[in-house]
């Protein structure tokens, strides 16, 4: 495999940020190499390594390869996948219809659980209760997705599951805020965060729990 010694390939990104945990666990799956570079998303002034990158979201995660950037998370994972494509494992499937679905739910995860979760971690109260049934009935509906199937690609771990695998991170939070069990929810989605954690490429990107935990909820001022 290519290991990038030819040309440095840089993520610009900010630890607990799930979108930014997509790019360099695709890359890992790859094997390609590259350099992190941390972006503190805590302080409200980017760098300006991010202003020059990304001048029109001002955001991350950034990939840089050969000092052009590539911006937002699931375009990311498509250049990854275009970039290196023979001799590597491919993360979108080769059937047509199938990559269409799989960028559907990948829309899915962006447009629905995450404005949920955010919705469901700011909640109180009677509000709280009715959006945890929200994100726990979407949560189901990539349960039923996911069906039997070891990944959502089939057999082989691919582009919705790095898509969303980041977002399992959060999963221990969920249950703590809202005092129910994902494995009972859902049991084929946490039977398929094991199986994803078991992977090194997954397992070296994600981060404690605990801690992903922690961060949100001073973010959305959790008590």
């Not at 992190?36 to 955001?59: A, F, G, H, I």
């Not at 050969?66 to 499937?93: M, Q, T």
């Not at 962006?110 to 709280?128: C, M, P, R, V, Y």
Request: proline share 4%.
């Amino acid at each position: 495999m290519d290991m990038s010694g030819s040309c440095e390939i840089v993520v610009v990104d900010f630890w607990a940020n799930g979108f930014g945990m997509r790019v360099r666990i695709a890359l890992e799956e790859k094997g390609i190499m590259y350099k992190y570079e941390e972006e503190n998303l805590e302080n409200p002034q980017r760098s300006q390594l991010v202003l020059d990158m990304n001048p029109v979201r001002k955001s991350v995660p950034i990939l840089i390869d050969e000092g052009k950037p590539v911006c937002d998370s699931l375009a990311i994972l498509e250049y990854i996948d275009e970039r290196w494509k023979d001799g590597f494992p491919s993360l979108l499937p080769e059937d047509p219809y199938e990559r269409a679905v799989a960028r559907f739910w990948a829309q899915y995860v962006d447009n629905k659980i995450f404005d949920t979760q955010a919705k469901f971690l700011k909640s109180k109260g009677e509000t709280k209760e009715d959006v945890k049934k929200e994100l726990i009935g979407q949560l189901k509906l990539l349960d039923d997705a996911l069906g039997e199937k070891l990944y959502f690609g089939g057999d082989k771990f691919g582009y919705l599951d790095v898509a969303f695998i980041p977002f399992s991170s959060m999963f221990s939070g969920y249950e703590s805020h809202g005092s129910f069990k994902l494995e009972e929810e859902c049991p084929k989605l946490s039977a398929w965060v094991k199986r994803c954690l078991a992977r090194e490429g997954v397992s070296r990107v994600l981060p404690d729990f605990h801690q992903i935990y922690e961060i949100h909820k001073k973010w959305y001022g959790v008590e």
